[in-house]
């Protein structure tokens, strides 16, 4: 089983539409982290949420950590077309093992047509 | 600031061939640095831990002869594919965590372009 769990997998939409990603897991995280990757590229982190409830706006772009700090959101208004990227949520130390350890969510591959 | 790098970007090898591919931390001094495999369109695993000076950690299933990794100094770790096989094919990456700066929520992995290997 996933640690992290992310819907949806594939998101095709046209420019001007809203879209929402989720990231959910039965445990309970002190942070995570959502990254956008373009492709042929490494993962560009975009925000770390820290405290339950927590509400991040980047631009269009507005991520949520749930209250229970075991799920979260993200939510992009108005999609460009250089919205197109794969988003990988991700959490730390995951297992307690090795510090600073990231487990990624599946990905979301989002499409945005012009 | 915080750039990492990687060489080569592309390699296309024969099977049986090994490959190298370097991670550099740019601008700072990398306590830990780790690799991940990614196929397309699929997200990344971890398939180890990199401590300067000490054995890299590897992640269950992951062949450690298969896939060394040198960690040499705090700005250099190399992966080394040995005797590739096109199932070996695929994205790797690399990141690095800072020695030195603000500790905590998840010390800040910055991530490398990729090296793209395909093996014939």
């Known amino acids: 089983t996933q640690l992290l769990e992310q819907s949806p997998q594939f998101l095709s939409i046209q420019e001007g539409e809203n879209l929402t990603v989720y990231c959910n897991s039965s445990s309970v995280f002190s942070s995570l982290q959502w990254y956008r990757q373009e492709p042929g590229e490494g993962p560009v982190l975009l925000v770390t949420?820290?405290?339950?409830?927590e509400v991040k706006k980047l631009k269009r772009l507005t991520f949520q950590f749930g209250d229970a700090r075991k799920d979260s959101s993200l939510h992009i208004t108005a999609a460009q077309p250089g919205d197109t990227g794969l988003y990988l949520c991700?959490?730390?130390?995951?297992?307690?093992?090795?510090?600073?350890?990231?487990?990624f969510g599946q990905g979301t591959i989002l499409t945005v047509h012009p | 600031g915080a750039v990492v790098s990687q060489h080569p970007s592309r390699v296309i090898c024969k099977s049986g061939t090994s490959v190298k591919i370097e991670c550099r931390s740019l601008d700072f001094q990398a306590t830990t640095m780790f690799w991940y495999r990614q196929f397309p369109k699929k997200s990344l695993m971890l398939m180890a831990t990199?401590?300067?000076?000490?054995?890299?950690?590897?992640e269950q299933g992951v062949e450690k002869d298969k896939f060394l990794i040198n960690h040499a100094s705090l700005t250099l770790s190399t992966l080394t594919v040995t005797s590739a096989h096109p199932e070996d094919s695929s994205f790797y990456i690399c990141?690095?965590?800072?020695?030195?700066?603000?500790?905590?929520?998840?010390?800040?992995?910055?991530f490398g372009p990729g090296t793209r290997l395909t093996v014939l």
């Open positions: 990199s401590n300067e000076g000490s054995k890299a950690t590897y």
């Open positions: 949420v820290v405290t339950g409830g």
């Open positions: 990141s690095a965590t800072p020695l030195t700066g603000p500790r905590g929520l998840a010390d800040t992995q910055y």
């Open positions: 991700a959490v730390n130390n995951a297992g307690g093992t090795s510090y600073g350890k990231l487990t």
